[in-house]
């Protein structure tokens, strides 16, 4: 049976997970939807999906190369309706095909309506674009040449209410340092297990190799840990969800970066539960995940009502 403790913005704070498969919930942000969401997924996840799920090679101009891409579209998907996006990266040494092999990310599209898109990050790119090094163009091709591309053969919404990312690992810290840095092109974002501050690993995941040593070039990393781009944010500009497991080597990043969105009184969503580095929580994590997205592309604009 899997229990949730939702906590009000003032008092919110990480509790410890004593039973296996209990989620703590920190809501900062006023959502409840959220557990609606996901509970409603737990009551129907028997049910069978008809997602279509393609592979194509997207050509990189920045990089002069294709880049594989999955893209799911819900069953019921339709030229005549426009549909919302998410986003979704893999992790360092991953590729484009890891999240339909290892989650029931198709049945979730297919179960909340909207499509998911799973780029080829590449082994190690941290979803940067690199000075000087044209293999190493994913910021440009992710939230630029990847979203006309999908703008542009499918039926989306066209505007940032419309997208969303997400992503573990390496894709935690590409999905959100990649939405503060373009808040006009994605409305939301979140991180599963993210690398949201690695200064902490100087000698892993090549990361010396894309910015150079931290003794050598401390600000080059500085400028580049989402913890540090905090400031960049307004609270309610991009709606946030930030997830991470206990026995995780990122969960201390990850409380972190919580106690400085909480210290800017940026909202946002912080959920930790047990587990590790590893697909059996990313599996379950992505789950509250895209229900919490499911709630943001539901969400009416102002004066007027959406019937999705």
């Known amino acids: 049976m899997i229990t949730t403790k939702p906590f009000s913005y003032r008092t919110a704070h990480i509790t410890a997970m004593p039973e296996a498969g209990k989620v703590s919930l920190c809501r900062v942000d006023g959502i409840s939807r959220l557990l609606l969401a996901f509970a409603f997924f737990l009551c129907s996840i028997a049910q069978v999906h008809a997602a279509k799920v393609d592979t194509l090679s997207i050509q ?48 979730l599209a297919d179960q909340y ?64 340092s990649l939405a503060i840095k373009h808040q006009d092109i994605y409305g939301a ?61 990122f969960y201390a990043v990850n409380v972190a970066l919580h106690d400085k969105l909480m210290y800017h009184n940026i909202n946002h969503t912080f959920v930790t539960s047990e587990g590790g580095h590893n697909w059996e929580y990313w599996s379950r994590s992505i789950i509250y995940q895209m229900a919490f997205f499911k709630g943001y592309f539901d969400q009416p604009e102002k004066g007027e009502k959406k019937n999705r």
Not at 123 to 136: C, E, L, Q, R, T
């Open 60 to 107: 990189s101009r920045a990089m002069g190369k294709a880049i594989k891409t999955v893209v799911i579209l819900p069953q019921k998907y339709s030229k005549g309706e426009n549909y919302p996006v998410l986003y979704l990266l893999h992790g360092y040494s991953g590729n484009y095909s890891n999240w339909v092999k290892n989650s029931s990310v198709s049945a």
């Open 113 to 176: 309506g909207y499509m998911v898109v799973c780029p080829d990050g590449g082994f190690g790119s941290w979803y940067w674009d690199i000075a000087n090094d044209k293999n190493y163009q994913y910021e440009t091709f992710v939230s630029k040449e990847l979203i006309d591309y999908i703008d542009t053969h499918y039926s989306t919404i066209k505007d940032r209410k419309g997208r969303a990312i997400t992503g573990l690992s390496m894709g935690g810290h590409g999905a959100l």
């Open 189 to 249: 974002a979140g991180s599963t297990a993210g690398g949201v501050d690695f200064r902490p690993f100087p000698l892993n995941w090549e990361i010396k190799d894309r910015i150079g040593n931290y003794a050598d070039a401390p600000q080059e990393w500085d400028n580049r840990v989402v913890i540090n781009m905090v400031p960049k944010l307004v609270n309610n500009g991009l709606r946030l969800i930030i997830d991470c497991g206990k026995e995780d080597f």
